[in-house]
T-cell receptor, first 115, second 111 residues
Framework: EPEVTQTPSHQVTQMGQEVILRCVPISNHLYFYWYRQILGQKVEFLVS????????KSEIFDDQFSVERPDGSNFTLKIRSTKLEDSAMYFC?????????????FGSGTRLTVV | AQRVTQPEKLLSVFKGAPVELKCNYS??????LFWYVQYSRQRLQLLLR??SRESIKGFTADLNKGETSFHLKKPFAQEEDSAMYYC?????????????FGKGTKLTVNP
């Protein structure tokens, strides 16, 4: 069964540093998403991406965040200047269609620890 | 505002017992409801969606619009059902496609 692959599985970074989280979505999927889960809290939507542009973003997704699909296969989330509160599990997901009813396929996540 | 509430953080049952994981939602319209499951150290997986009216691994969930609930049920729990279960909602208005998740319920099925 096709999978969404995320790398690295765990990243530790110093506050103020830039990080790039990488995702390889399923090859025939067109819609891409980032979600995050702070420890002990709910999974929260960050951003959706389609046709090389952001289609929706949450209030969490401020100017320090950006997404890119640089080469047609990878989908990246960049955090420009990390803060302690960015420590969380970050999940990438992809889907064939726009509606959530198509069913997202999630990656196994990247645990980001900001120290 | 869209909101999903899972009142139980932890739920523990014995193997063979019925299990019900509660989910209530708030949405001013007709939402789409989902259950996602996360087994230990694995990724979030779609378990079922209300529009399909399906039964997956013996689990069912009925959307009750009057009570704004989408409880997940299984008549006879198995040890392999132990996992985190997340109820999620997707709005059908305004073009939003995001999923709004509840905080999750950790189900433990004891032998």
């Amino acid at each position: 069964e096709p999978e969404v692959t995320q790398t690295p599985s765990h990243q530790v970074t110093q506050m103020g540093q830039e990080v790039i989280l990488r995702c390889v979505p399923i090859s025939n999927h067109l819609y891409f998403y980032w979600y995050r889960q702070i420890l002990g809290q709910k999974v929260e939507f960050l951003v959706s991406f389609y046709n090389n542009e952001i289609s929706e973003k949450s209030e969490i997704f401020d100017d320090q965040f950006s997404v890119e699909r640089p080469d047609g296969s990878n989908f990246t989330l960049k955090i420009r200047s990390t803060k302690l509160e960015d420590s969380a599990m970050y999940f990438c997901a992809s889907a064939r269609g726009r509606r959530a009813s198509y069913g997202y396929t999630f990656g196994s996540g990247t645990r980001l620890t900001v120290v | 505002a869209q909101r999903v509430t899972q009142p139980e953080k932890l739920l523990s049952v014995f193997k063979g017992a019925p299990v019900e994981l509660k989910c209530n939602y708030s949405y001013s319209g007709s939402p789409e409801l989902f259950w996602y499951v996360q087994y230990s150290r694995q990724r979030l997986q779609l378990l079922l969606r209300h529009i399909s009216r399906e039964s997956i691994k013996g689990f069912t969930a009925d959307l009750n619009k009057g009570e704004t609930s989408f409880h997940l049920k299984k008549p006879f729990a198995q040890e392999e059902d132990s996992a985190m279960y997340y109820c999620a909602l997707s709005g059908t208005q305004g073009g939003s496609e995001k999923l709004v998740f509840g905080k999750g319920t950790k189900l433990t099925v004891n032998p």
